[in-house]
């Protein structure tokens, strides 16, 4: 029955995309329900949309892995409903936190397992209609998500890697079927997270991104659209990139910068900075997710509603997460033109918020533009910090972080004993929205972690308290 359930959620995601309700009136099992969904080449199409689609749901990176959770635990607001005190306070063992971080858990698995069962459909069958391009590129795609989940799945619940790889973590989930799996050590979950983000790279080494670009052309032939706006898929770069955030979390600093400066190498023009018109709110040129940046990106059609509900300057104090002023300016250090600051936050004084909200996810101006629903979820802007970061040569280091700052209308920064907290603030500055300074923080196991409450605030750390605790059945069926 549970198998049948997923069945059915499989279909509904492809909903629109592809009509499965003859297959539901003909077909009274759901194994050959399930072989007549993976028999048609635009129904797998639908089946991987769908997937990519439910990733922008509120209990994934629609919201709690991005604009909620993640970013609350990284101390962005001092505003914010009761519902998150105690997420923020760190009191973890409290049903108000397992409420927001147990969907995330249950969601991820689910994924997980819908993306299996693609996959192990596209490996076994042969009468599709697939190419072997398709095939390489669907398979390359589900490995790299199975990874993508994998991956913030322990770094959120798995214990501070730099201090402690060896405890268990998470289950790494490969099985088509829905069972119990074994919790595994951190180490072993980032070993399995290479191995399939090695076979997507090798699958998508044909990937049209590399030729082609992103394309943003789109055709009424589903297939067609697959192979286009691949910065909307986990392409070949999008790979590369999570090789890169990867091995900096496990500490591989050299291969974080080879995989780094790859992306920056051969796909800079392919991922162009977007133009300082972008943070302009209002003009012509308005982009205030700088959309040409994206390496991987959801079309989200939830994000405007995630904003009004979130974020919106409507909205009262008991309900909207907002920093206070003077804590925001001092995570610019007080530079009221840096783009970021000057596109990603308004006062509006009509409204109820007498002070600057959040507008990054705002309506667009233009919804004929290529970056309307458009959600970041990596950045062409992470490669250079993650290159500086890890370069062996501070001065090349600077020279990488330095190309951001341009970008963000910053002056350089010259002193390369300053380049390690030069780059703590850009992560601040850059991912609001986007889920990524808490992990961090989390990798570089920060004890005194900034908070936007006033000027000079911190709250602390300790390695538990970046540990958020495995849902209650997960730890009571095992």
Same mark, same amino acid.
């Given at each position: 029955?549970?198998?049948?359930?997923?069945?059915?959620?499989?279909?509904?995601?492809?909903?629109?995309?592809?009509?499965?309700?003859?297959?539901?009136?003909?077909?009274?099992? #759901?194994?050959?329900?399930?072989?007549?969904?993976?028999?048609?080449?635009?129904?797998?199409?639908?089946?991987?949309?769908?997937?990519?689609?439910?990733?922008? #749901?509120?209990?994934?990176?629609?919201?709690?892995?991005?604009?909620?959770?993640?970013?609350?635990?990284?101390?962005?607001?001092?505003?914010?409903?009761?519902?998150?005190?105690?997420?923020?306070?760190?009191?973890?063992?409290?049903?108000?936190?397992?409420?927001?971080?147990?969907?995330?858990?249950?969601?991820?698995?689910?994924?997980?397992?819908?993306?299996?069962?693609?996959?192990?459909?596209?490996?076994?069958?042969?009468?599709?209609?697939?190419?072997?391009?398709?095939?390489?590129? $669907?398979?390359?795609?589900?490995?790299?998500?199975?990874?993508?989940?994998?991956?913030?799945?322990?770094?959120?619940?798995?214990?501070?890697?730099?201090?402690?790889?060896?405890?268990?973590?998470?289950?790494?989930?490969?099985?088509?079927?829905?069972?119990?799996?074994?919790?595994?050590?951190?180490?072993?979950?980032?070993?399995?997270?290479?191995? #399939?983000?090695?076979?997507?790279?090798?699958?998508?080494?044909?990937?049209?991104?590399?030729?082609?670009?992103?394309?943003?052309?789109?055709?009424?032939?589903?297939?067609?659209?697959?192979?286009?706006?691949?910065?909307?898929?986990?392409?070949?770069?999008?790979?590369?990139?999570?090789?890169?955030?990867?091995?900096?979390?496990?500490?591989?600093?050299?291969?974080?910068?080879?995989?780094?400066?790859?992306?920056?190498?051969?796909?800079?023009?392919?991922?162009? *900075?977007?133009? +300082?018109?972008?943070?302009?709110?209002?003009?012509? =040129?308005?982009?205030?997710?700088?959309?040409?940046?994206?390496?991987?990106?959801?079309?989200?059609?939830?994000?405007?509603?995630?904003?009004?509900?979130?974020? +919106?300057?409507?909205?009262?104090?008991?309900?909207?997460?907002?920093?206070?002023?003077?804590?925001?300016?001092?995570?610019?250090?007080?530079?009221?033109?840096?783009? %970021?600051?000057?596109?990603?936050?308004?006062?509006?004084?009509?409204?109820?918020?007498?002070?600057?909200?959040?507008?990054?996810?705002?309506?667009?101006?233009?919804?004929?533009?290529?970056?309307?629903?458009?959600?970041?979820?990596?950045?062409?802007?992470?490669?250079?910090?993650?290159?500086?970061?890890?370069?062996?040569?501070?001065?090349?280091?600077?020279?990488?972080?330095?190309?951001? %700052?341009?970008?963000? =209308?910053?002056?350089?920064?010259?002193?390369?004993?300053?380049?390690?907290?030069?780059?703590?603030?850009?992560?601040? %500055?850059?991912? *609001?929205?986007?889920?990524?300074?808490?992990?961090?923080?989390?990798?570089?196991? $920060?004890?005194?972690?900034?908070?936007?409450?006033?000027?000079?605030?911190?709250?602390?750390?300790?390695?538990?308290?970046?540990?958020?605790?495995?849902?209650?059945?997960?730890?009571?069926?095992?």
């Amino acid at each position: 029955m549970k198998r049948l359930l997923i069945f059915l959620m499989i279909i509904t995601s492809v909903g629109a995309l592809y009509s499965c309700r003859k297959m539901l009136e003909i077909q009274p099992n #759901d194994r050959l329900l399930e072989d007549a969904v993976f028999s048609d080449r635009n129904a797998i199409y639908g089946v991987l949309n769908g997937i990519y689609t439910q990733m922008g #749901d509120a209990d994934s990176y629609g919201n709690g892995l991005t604009m909620t959770v993640t970013d609350l635990l990284a101390q962005y607001y001092s505003t914010y409903p009761r519902s998150y005190n105690e997420l923020v306070a760190g009191s973890y063992n409290n049903t108000t936190v397992t409420a927001l971080t147990d969907p995330i858990w249950l969601k991820s698995y689910n994924l997980i397992l819908q993306n299996n069962i693609l996959q192990g459909h596209v490996k076994r069958d042969r009468n599709n209609g697939l190419s072997e391009a398709d095939r390489q590129i $669907i398979l390359g795609e589900s490995y790299a998500i199975r990874a993508f989940l994998h991956f913030d799945l322990v770094r959120l619940f798995g214990p501070v890697y730099a201090i402690d790889s060896t405890s268990k973590a998470i289950p790494y989930n490969t099985d088509e079927k829905q069972r119990v799996q074994a919790i595994v050590p951190a180490r072993e979950v980032l070993q399995r997270i290479w191995q #399939d983000l090695d076979s997507a790279a090798l699958l998508l080494k044909n990937d049209p991104v590399i030729t082609n670009g992103v394309t943003n052309v789109t055709s009424t032939v589903m297939a067609d659209n697959f192979m286009q706006r691949r910065n909307l898929r986990l392409n070949y770069f999008a790979v590369r990139a999570l090789q890169a955030r990867v091995a900096l979390y496990t500490g591989n600093k050299a291969t974080a910068f080879q995989m780094a400066t790859e992306v920056i190498t051969r796909a800079q023009k392919i991922f162009p *900075w977007s133009p +300082a018109e972008a943070s302009l709110v209002g003009g012509p =040129g308005q982009d205030l997710v700088f959309s040409s940046e994206n390496i991987f990106a959801l079309l989200n059609s939830k994000l405007y509603a995630y904003y009004l509900s979130l974020f +919106a300057p409507v909205l009262t104090d008991n309900a909207i997460l907002k920093p206070d002023e003077k804590g925001l300016l001092t995570f610019y250090d007080n530079n009221i033109n840096d783009f %970021r600051y000057r596109g990603w936050w308004r006062l509006d004084p009509a409204t109820r918020q007498k002070t600057k909200t959040f507008i990054k996810y705002m309506h667009p101006v233009d919804s004929l533009a290529v970056s309307f629903y458009m959600q970041p979820l990596i950045r062409i802007s992470e490669m250079y910090y993650i290159a500086a970061e890890t370069s062996t040569d501070p001065t090349e280091g600077l020279n990488y972080l330095n190309a951001v %700052r341009t970008q963000r =209308g910053l002056i350089a920064v010259t002193n390369p004993a300053d380049l390690p907290d030069a780059i703590a603030k850009e992560y601040r %500055r850059e991912f *609001w929205g986007e889920g990524q300074l808490f992990f961090f923080y989390k990798r570089k196991n $920060i004890a005194l972690v900034p908070t936007t409450a006033g000027t000079a605030t911190t709250t602390t750390f300790t390695p538990q308290r970046y540990i958020i605790p495995l849902p209650p059945s997960e730890v009571l069926n095992r």
